[in-house]
Each structure stands twice: as structure tokens, then as C-alpha cells.
T-cell receptor
């Protein structure tokens, strides 16, 4: 069953806009929540990650917001650029075991 | 330049044939994951190993799929017999105990006709 639910499936944003992707999880034992970025023909690569003891983490234009009580977390991409066009996956794991991924969001940033 | 190496990158095979995919994890990593990526299902965890021992393979169809780690530098995923519905991109990833990131290979694109 899908342990991590991700939405939307696809997203189109204008250059300079904000891209927002949402995820929800069920297993409260998860203690690590990464976001991976995948370009065509490549494997996913870690973009940014958060632990449940903080509510927000920012790295450059990328921010994760985390709501432990709602079991939800989201990725915000500020000032989106065409080079950000890729598929984004949220994930959740416990002790780097059993990492479960969401279904992915295909982001297109239009120039 | 440490990276996960997967072979072959592409494989086209006929239904019923055996397929073997190989993965060389990053040296020193003791956790290996196998994922299958399809448009419909996204990234599905098939199996993962820690210190070469299988910890969970519940995501794998047991009747046709098998995963092994003959040694610390090689992980294999076999499908026998292959079916058209197995067509997907198969990714191997590695990490280490106490770490957090899973490092992915470039994947094997399998087409079963």
C-alpha cells in the first residue's frame, strides 16, 4: 500500500513563481523525510531533507515545511527556474531503512 | 568519484526469458535497495539488504523475482520468467547504517516484449 501519498501528479509553473508539492504519511515511526529530484534518464538524487524535530528547513530556494501533528510535509521552490523542471519525489524512512517514496510530481517551469 | 553502478543500462528481452540486473554499491556502504519505477506506481521498494542480509523483500513478486548479494560489491536482481508487465526502470541505491541519504544508480531500463 502507498505509505507516502504525494500530490499533485504534475505541476506547471511560470518562471519566477512558487512551486508547491505536498506529501502525507501514515507511519508515525518514520523519522527522516527527504525530497529527491530526478532528471530524465538519471537516478533520483537527494535535494533536501528534514527530521520531525523541526518544522521548517531552508536551503537556498528550496524549503521543506513539516507538520508532525497532521503527518504532512511539503516542498516549496521559490523563484522557480526552467532548470528546476524535473520529477520530485518525497520519501520517508526509519533509520535509513525501508525508504518509501511518493508517486512523484512532474514539475515543468515555463520560461 | 564514488557512485552506484548498474548494468546493463538497457535491456530488451522476450517474454519468458531470464533477466539479471547487477548493481555495484558505493564502497563502504552496507545497505542496498532495489526500486522499480513505472509511470503508474512511481518508485516501488522491491527489496533491501543490510550487511548483505535481506531485511525486507515483501515488495517483490516471490514467484518470479529474486534478489541476492553474493558479496559486498555486488547485488543482483533476477526475473525468471520475465513478463511484459515487468517492463520498467529498475534502480539500485546504497547507503550506510547511521546515514540518511540513499545514493541511486542510473537505472536499468527493462523492456519485455
Amino acid at each position: 500500500q502507498q505509505q507516502v501519498k504525494q500530490s499533485p501528479q504534475s505541476l506547471i509553473v511560470q518562471k519566477g513563481g512558487i512551486s508547491i508539492i505536498n506529501c502525507a504519511y501514515e507511519n508515525t515511526a518514520f523519522d527522516y523525510f527527504p525530497w529527491y529530484q530526478q532528471f530524465p534518464g538519471k537516478g533520483p538524487a537527494l535535494l533536501i531533507a528534514i527530521r520531525p524535530d523541526v518544522s521548517e528547513k531552508k536551503e537556498g530556494r528550496f524549503t521543506i515545511s513539516f507538520n508532525k501533528s497532521a503527518k504532512q510535509f511539503s516542498l516549496h521552490i521559490m523563484d522557480s527556474q526552467p532548470g528546476d523542471s524535473a520529477t520530485y519525489f518525497c520519501a520517508a524512512s526509519k533509520d535509513n531503512n525501508d525508504m518509501r517514496f511518493g508517486a512523484g510530481t512532474r514539475l515543468t517551469v515555463k520560461p | 568519484d564514488a557512485r552506484v553502478t548498474q548494468t546493463p543500462r538497457h535491456k530488451v528481452t522476450e517474454m519468458g526469458q531470464e533477466v539479471t540486473m547487477r548493481c555495484q554499491p558505493i564502497l563502504g556502504h552496507n545497505t542496498v535497495f532495489w526500486y522499480r519505477q513505472t509511470m503508474m506506481q512511481g518508485l516501488e521498494l522491491l527489496a533491501y539488504f543490510r550487511n548483505r542480509a535481506p531485511l525486507d523483500d515483501s515488495g517483490m513478486p516471490k514467484d518470479r523475482f529474486s534478489a541476492e548479494m553474493p558479496d559486498a560489491t555486488l547485488a543482483t536482481l533476477k526475473i525468471q520468467p520475465s513478463e511484459p508487465r515487468d517492463s520498467a526502470v529498475y534502480f539500485c541505491a546504497s547507503g550506510f547504517t547511521g546515514g540518511t541519504e540513499a545514493f541511486f544508480g542510473q537505472g536499468t531500463r527493462l523492456t519485455v516484449v
